[in-house]
């Protein structure tokens, strides 16, 4: 399973939000890393084709998604940044909703729905509305959604943006599991959120691919003479040498 993105590039008017952008994803979770602003979430959105590109190929397994069009939306999930839930649903409601616009057939609606909640961990709130969830527990609605059908391609935007540190890593756990046999892209500006959970980390500044590598590969990367604040280097020693303050030195 391969997905890759050869010169990929969009612009908003004279702003090049991804420039030639180029990477190829295997199984695993990859941690991109970098600034608002630094062209993650339109990366993202051009996968899922939200947005048009204006440039370049975007492939799995060889063919451009575009190409696949229904067959490859099949295959994907998407959790996006913002939490647009229609929160006077249930959570039940809200899947049921969400898996017919993923034309999953009726018959396998409630099976499905039940399996994603598992996942999740929101069985004993199926029949709850959505406004009285937690922040924590609106993200795992969202994540459910994104389970369903089963995809081998998991777009993660920003997803525990806004929660509190409990809450962020119990999400995050939840990620971590989901993440065997499929390809899963977390965008997030949070160090903490990937640095134990992903295999590969793509550093993102301006539209352009920096930097990428595991975590210990990145950390290795970092000048010698460089002293770390704790005895230790880490990855937020790494974001910060080349995405943040050290970076404009």
Known sequence: MELKLNEVTKKYGQKVALDKFSYTFGNGIYGILGANGAGKSTMMNLITDNVKRDGGEILYNGTDVLKMGDEFRAILGYMPQQQGLYESMTAQTFLAYMARLKRIPGRNIKAEIER??????????????????????????????????????????????????????????????????????????????????????????????????????????????????????????????????????
């Open 116 to 249: 994603v909640l598992e996942l999740t961990n929101l069985k004993d709130v199926i029949h709850h509305k959505i406004y009285s969830f937690s922040g924590g527990m609106k993200q795992r609605v969202l994540l459910a959604q994104a389970m369903l059908g089963d995809p081998k391609v998991l777009i993660l935007d920003e997803p525990t943006a806004g929660l509190d540190p409990k809450e962020r890593v119990r999400l995050r756990n939840y990620i971590y599991d989901l993440s065997q046999d499929r390809i899963v892209l977390l965008a997030t500006h949070i160090v903490s959120d990937i640095e134990a959970i992903a295999g590969d980390i793509i550093l993102m500044k301006e539209g352009r691919l920096m930097l990428s590598g595991s975590p210990h590969e990145l950390i290795e990367s970092l000048p010698k003479d460089k002293k770390p604040l704790l005895g230790y280097f880490t990855l937020e020693d790494v974001y910060l040498h080349y995405l943040g303050e050290d970076a404009n030195e």
